[in-house]
């Protein structure tokens, strides 16, 4: 008993000595030197550059629905004596730790002190020493458990813990006082999952620019940005990790910077492989790890439904997509609308720009579309008494990649407009005598490059809560095909969005409090065939009115603004403010078709919304009241912009 005394002195000396030199180390040769240095892009689509001039009235798509957290902080009390676990009979000894200020799993540590428990072998255990090493989870939590499990990290480590791909959730350091029972374990891992866009604070410094990153890891997360099911066990992902780092500009090495953290996540979006990504940061003495949480898209997705219209009666829509088509990023998507009268369809392969090889992406699509004209509507009709109809054929090839911090789309398409009565026959002229086609043909052909350029400043690509976007794109036409036409369009958008706190609502990442902004403009220079006016009023422009109702003109402006509130964990409202003009140019469009039908040229709505999260995605339900009193409901999916 006497020498047992001194032997415990011994060795708890010792443990506190290795771990202090341990904590002190520092080996500068232990991360990388070198950071890979690409900006990502994102396809411009034609179609969306201009919502008045849609091929179809698709929603937007912005951004994604996200959760957030505080960052923890990991604390981690390092050996370099080998300890092995107790046994029945053994001791213990309590050794007191000083830890700094932080977070810890959402609880504020004060200079507070966490009591560890180390383990001192007794003269009944065995001389044969094994340490292991304990796998940690992909969060800031400090895993613990009955038996601690020690081992030598490297230098530049000396306060973190690097884990394997399976990761072990069994037990984790919860509170100061409390170790983590099994349940508590989904959601302290799952609420770091949850943090958002790499600019969250670091114990007491505001943020992390200019912090030296010790790691970079890939997180996999589910439909719910949960990291781990309740059993404990970690998401899976389908993609290559390495894959994933290629694809990013920020590596272990270097110093954190909010700026690539943004380019980063945009070139995620780009790929169209992910529903959305969210970067969580871990404290690591004074050096951080920063986690990218990536949710995955599924592989190939299919869908069938029916829907009915006074055009083409009953239809059955099919869409497929599979992401993984050839090379893991490309994908397919087949949409298809058989019908009575037809089918319509719109078929798309895409091979992104991918950053790790600088290779240039590029899309091939081919359309064909039928819908009641939005230019000649309102009353007049055919000479038959049919409404005009609008076939669009076509196709495109488009290649992108960034320049500089823009993001670049050149692109070769042709386009065949004709209108049709109900029955498909070619249709020239409207019940009044009035032209329908720039050719007279009642066809007119456009071969045309368009070149498109975006800089996007959002905080995050995939819910954009601050930043914003400027895009540009210019279309010219070559004379070629029917009705040789030659004209140049020219299109600017930008949209920012500014975060608020009006109501002192608690703050949510899904729907947070902000003002929303969206300007557009545009103009066509030269021939102008009368479908392809610009079309104000509907669910992309003024809402409150019917698509194409406002006007039809040679140029245009829209402005809106919408003021985005919470209202309960997956609702938030809005209150928006639309506008919309043709700058007085309907009546510099062949046949006038908005002037004979009596179209204002200008027009206004006012309205409220109410946006839901769901397992389909953001469902948005809106009335909108225009200026001549008219009152619109729109359902659809998405943010406005």
């Known amino acids: 008993m006497s020498m047992r005394i001194p032997i415990i002195a011994f060795l708890t000396l010792a443990a506190l000595a290795g771990g202090e030199l341990a904590a002190r180390a520092i080996d500068p040769s232990a991360a990388p030197t070198e950071a890979q240095f690409r900006d990502g892009t994102a396809e411009i689509d034609r179609r969306d550059a201009c919502p008045t001039r849609a091929q179809g009235e698709e929603d937007e798509v912005i951004g994604d629905n996200l959760t957030s957290n505080r960052p923890s902080l990991l604390f981690v009390a390092k050996s370099r004596s080998p300890l092995t676990p107790l046994n029945k009979g053994g001791t213990r000894n309590m050794l007191k730790v000083p830890l700094i200020k932080g977070d810890l799993g959402g609880s504020r540590l004060d200079e507070k002190r966490l009591l560890l428990s180390v383990p001192v072998l007794n003269s009944h255990q065995s001389d044969e020493v094994n340490p292991t090493v304990r796998d940690l989870p992909a969060s800031d939590e400090l895993a613990a458990s009955k038996e601690v499990r020690v081992a030598q990290l490297s230098p530049r480590e000396s306060l973190s813990l690097k884990s394997s791909h399976n990761k072990d959730f069994t037990s984790v350091l919860k509170t100061p006082a409390t170790i ?51 059993k404990g066990n970690p998401v899976e992902g389908r993609i290559s990790e390495d894959f994933i780092r290629g694809e990013i500009k920020l590596k272990a090495g270097d110093n954190y910077s909010r700026e690539v953290v943004r380019s980063d996540l945009q070139q995620l979006q780009q790929l169209g492989l992910f529903e959305k990504v969210t970067v969580s940061t871990e404290e690591v003495g004074t050096d951080v790890n920063v986690i990218y949480n990536v949710q995955e898209r599924s592989a190939r997705s299919f869908s069938v439904s029916a829907s ?97 911090d823009w993001q670049s789309t050149l692109g070769l398409n ?23 086609t720039f050719s007279g043909s009642g066809l007119d052909e456009l071969y045309t490059v368009s070149f498109g350029a975006m800089l996007d400043r959002r905080d995050n690509p995939f819910n954009p809560t601050r930043g ?57 220079i030269g021939d102008l065939p009368p479908a392809e006016a610009f079309r104000l009023g509907g669910r992309n422009s003024v809402r409150g009115y019917d698509s194409g109702d406002i006007g039809s003109g040679r140029s245009y402006f829209l402005a809106s603004g919408e003021y985005r509130f919470p209202v309960g964990q997956d609702v938030g409202g809005v209150i928006f403010v639309d506008f919309a003009s043709d700058l007085g140019t309907g009546d510099s469009v062949l046949g006038k078709p908005a002037v004979v039908r009596d179209k204002p040229g200008t027009g206004a709505g006012v309205g409220l919304g109410v946006r839901v999260r769901s397992s389909f995605g953001l469902i948005r339900l809106d009335m909108g009241v225009s200026d001549s009193g008219d009152i619109k409901f729109i359902l659809g999916t998405k943010q406005r912009f």
């Open 308 to 404: 009915l219209s006074d055009d083409i009666g009953v239809a059955v829509p099919l869409s497929y997509t599979d992401r993984t088509f050839g090379t893991t990023p490309q994908r397919l998507a087949v949409e298809l609308q058989p019908s009575l009268r037809g089918i319509q369809y719109d078929v798309q392969f895409v091979s992104p720009y991918l950053a790790a090889e600088d290779r240039l992406g590029y899309s091939v699509r081919a359309f064909g579309d039928r819908r009641i004209s939005e230019i000649f509507n309102k009353d007049i009709d055919l000479p038959n008494g049919n409404r005009v109809r609008e076939i669009r054929m076509g196709g495109n090839l488009r290649f992108t990649r960034p320049l500089g």
């Open 180 to 230: 983590a029972t099994n349940a508590d374990i989904p959601e302290a891992v799952n609420s770091n999952a949850r943090q958002l866009d790499g600019t969250l604070q670091i114990s007491q410094a505001g943020n992390a620019d200019g912090v030296f990153v010790a790691d970079v890891k890939i997180r996999f997360v589910n439909s719910r940005g949960e990291a781990v099911d309740k």
């Open 414 to 436: 042709y386009t065949n407009i004709s209108t049709r009565d109900r029955n498909l026959n070619i249709a020239r002229r409207d019940e009044l005598g009035n032209p329908l």
């Open 468 to 524: 914003g976007i400027i895009s540009l794109s210019t279309e010219q036409s070559i004379p070629l095909g029917r009705g040789n036409i030659v004209s140049n369009r020219l299109l600017a958008n930008y949209i920012q969005y500014v975060p608020v706190s009006l109501l002192g609502i608690s703050e949510s990442e899904a729907l947070p409090e902000m003002l929303a902004f969206n300007l557009q403009a545009g103009t066509v």
